[in-house]
């Protein structure tokens, strides 16, 4: 089965509206960490943000919001005022406790952001 | 602030060839990674290292294969390269004693192979 579910393989949004990115994931460890990345056209890798699976609050980091829904196990993220740099490709990632040295990562949305 | 420095950053090579992919970190992690990342694919685990002298294999590691140098350097060694291993590569690093630790990854290397 897979770990993380990307179903969305690309998107469009038009600047200045907010957009949602799917992800499910599927872990029995009661203990794990979701992750999001960003990848612009330029290919590298970068971390936007972090959510616990005990944390009692949606992580926030700027315009980056992630709605953990833990019953559900879907971690999506949402972004929110979308600019022309938000084009690119975004993966989630998981990292459970028992299994800390793997990171799963989902196959990716591609977001382009309209003028 | 290096961070997590690959090379080399292109590479071409014939079928058949042979290359080492050089990684390393300077943020003192224990754990590194590789992964190749092909389109629709997502990043797919080729070979991981939990610390120094000791690797793993993750999903993909058939024609590949890793030494854990030093805590600092984790290569990846393709013996006879094969063009369905055309592909981007990508090194990364995390602290290996928390779950919760985004993992840090290189700039990648765009690899060919014709």
């Known amino acids: 089965a897979q770990k993380i579910t990307q179903t969305q393989p690309g998107m469009f949004v038009q600047e200045k509206e907010a957009v949602t990115l799917d992800c499910t994931y599927d872990t029995s460890d009661p203990s794990y960490g979701l992750f999001w990345y960003k990848q612009p056209s330029s290919g590298e890798m970068i971390f936007l943000i972090y959510?616990?699976?005990?944390?009692?609050q949606n992580a926030t980091e700027g315009r980056y919001s992630l709605n953990f829904q833990k019953a559900r196990k879907s971690a999506n993220l949402v972004i929110s005022a979308s600019q022309l740099g938000d084009s690119a490709m975004y993966f989630c990632a998981m990292r459970e406790r028992y299994n800390f040295n793997k990171f799963y990562f989902g196959s990716g949305t591609k977001l382009n952001v309209k003028p | 602030n290096a961070g997590v420095t690959q090379t080399p950053k292109f590479q071409v090579l014939k079928t058949g060839q042979s290359m080492t992919l050089q990684c390393a970190q300077d943020m003192n992690h224990n754990s590194m990674y590789w992964y190749r990342q092909d389109p629709g694919m997502g990043l797919r685990l080729i070979y991981y290292s939990a610390s120094e002298g000791t690797t793993d294999k993750g999903e993909v590691p058939n024609g590949y294969n890793v030494s854990r140098l030093n805590k600092r350097e984790f290569s990846l060694r393709l013996e006879s390269a094969a063009p369905s291993q055309t592909s981007v590569y990508f090194c990364?690093?995390?602290?290996?004693?928390?779950?919760?630790?985004?993992?840090?990854f290189g700039q990648g290397t765009r690899l060919t192979v014709v």
């Open positions: 959510q616990g699976s005990y944390d009692q």
């Open positions: 990364a690093s995390s602290p290996a004693d928390r779950a919760h630790t985004e993992a840090f």
